[in-house]
């Protein structure tokens, strides 16, 4: 089944980091939403979609993108994030969530991890989960990638 990652991540490249390691185990291409039209889709099986978490959502720029997207009558897909706050994938990924679900994607998995985080006030306090995504977190994510090859 052919792959693609649409991914934004820019401040640490957290979020990169963990594409990284899933994009290998799941034969996947990697791409910036603002590089690809939303028709190209059609082309993949699975679209995996990625960013850091501002405000207890993705990047507007992922959430952007799909709004554009048209109906995908259950292609598969996949949500993963990084984020100072951690511990609740359902929460983090709600707004991506419902978009995808509306667009008729069928979501298989999500993945959430703690990201080095010095957004706004925090870059005053030197940041919160520095080191991360550590060692641990990568291999949360290639286990996580594992149970996507299906």
Known sequence: ?????????YHHKNTEKISKVIAPIIGAETVAPQLIEPVELSDYGLVGFGSGIYFGKHHRIILEFVDKLSQQNGKKAFIFSTSGQTGNDTKLHKKLREKLITKGFTIIGEFNCAGFDT???LKIAGGIKKGHPNEDDLKAAEAFAKTLNL
Do not use: E, H, P, T
């Open 119 to 121: 957004y706004g006030f």
């Open 1 to 9: 089944m052919n792959a693609l990652i649409v991914l934004f991540s």
